[in-house]
């Protein structure tokens, strides 16, 4: 009796073990995303999508933890946290951390529409362009539109001379710092999160933004004048830790860039109508619209191109600006 008690308990306890190696395989991993915008923006609906299709497609081996709001720091500490694999997954827009060429995108008047924009980041030149994060341990995913940028101060801008002397507040991209600069206003670079107070406050003078952020942000409660410039088109860079995204399975790896193309064309999608959408709320907040002369604007760029010829190497811009078409 008592050998066979023994018995049954080993094979139970082996049955257990092997039971647990099973639910171990097929356990979760997380990976961890953050990003800097809204819970309800765009680019958080998107993420919410990912995380699903992800899941789905992984048959439950891949889980996506998101962390919008700037939970985990700003862009630039969001691109840090990812390089050094204290996160998994990141969105934004400052870049120096990954490689700071990837800030050529926005030069200014550099794209015509985005179409132009969405036809470069999807050609072979675009995908070559993006890979460069990969010599400092990240993997470029995508580029979502983080959208054209306007000028929005309290009076109307139809010249580079309106500009002077403004203190127009930017993200820490160097080219959209220069090109304010070039344009005659005097960027300041404040985070994210303090926009809205800087602006409030009289810090600044105004915004340079992108119409969603300064919507979702509600800068348009201090601010009601919106000049549509479309001087500068910036992205949303989606990145992955490099040694985390060699680190899945071949399978899985699969799911993720099946998912990640997935999301970049829906998210595209939605950009017409949600521009219609923006517009028209910011127009019932009492929000004035005006144009600006491009062509004055134009005029004064070019000394913006000259600097980051320069820096980056006149060949890496010539043919940047070749593949996208701008001349």
Not at 238 to 249: H, P, V, Y
Request: proline share 3%.
């Amino acid at each position: 009796m008592a050998a066979s008690l023994r018995s049954s308990l080993r094979h139970g306890a082996l049955a257990l073990a092997l039971c647990s190696a099973g639910f171990m395989a097929h356990a979760a991993e997380t990976l961890r995303l953050a990003h800097a915008s809204s819970s309800d923006s765009l680019i958080n609906q998107a993420m919410v999508r990912f995380a699903a299709e992800v899941k789905k497609q992984s048959h439950d081996q891949l889980e996506i933890q998101l962390f919008p709001d700037g939970q985990l720091g700003d862009e630039g500490a969001i691109a840090d946290a990812t390089g050094s694999g204290a996160i998994t997954m990141g969105l934004g827009g400052v870049v120096d951390a990954i490689d700071p060429r990837l800030n050529a995108v926005s030069l200014p008047f550099l794209f015509k529409d985005a179409d132009a924009v969405h036809h470069f980041l999807d050609s072979a030149e675009g995908k070559k362009f993006l890979a460069m994060g990969e010599a400092r341990g990240y993997v470029m995913l995508s580029a979502l539109d983080s959208g054209f940028r306007q000028f929005a101060t309290q009076r109307a801008i139809t010249t580079p001379a309106d500009l002077a002397g403004l203190k127009l507040r930017t993200p820490p991209n160097p080219v959209i710092l220069a090109t304010i600069k070039q344009l005659g206003g005097l960027p300041q670079s404040i985070p994210f999160g303090e926009v809205y107070t800087s602006l409030q406050s009289g810090v600044v003078d105004g915004v340079e933004p992108e119409l969603r952020d300064f919507n979702d942000q509600r800068w348009y409660e201090v601010v009601k004048h919106v000049s549509m410039a479309n001087y500068i088109w910036s992205a949303n860079f989606w990145f992955m830790n490099k040694a985390a995204f060699d680190g899945l399975s071949a399978e899985n790896k699969q799911v993720l860039e099946s998912a990640v193309a997935d999301i970049t064309l829906w998210y595209r999608a939605q950009l017409d109508q949600v521009y219609a959408n923006v517009t028209q709320q910011l127009k019932a907040k009492n929000v004035v619209f005006s144009d600006v002369d491009r062509a004055q604007f134009l005029s004064k760029v070019s000394p913006v191109y000259d600097q980051f010829s320069k820096e980056w190497g006149a060949d890496f811009v010539k043919q940047l600006r070749h593949d996208a078409a701008s001349e």
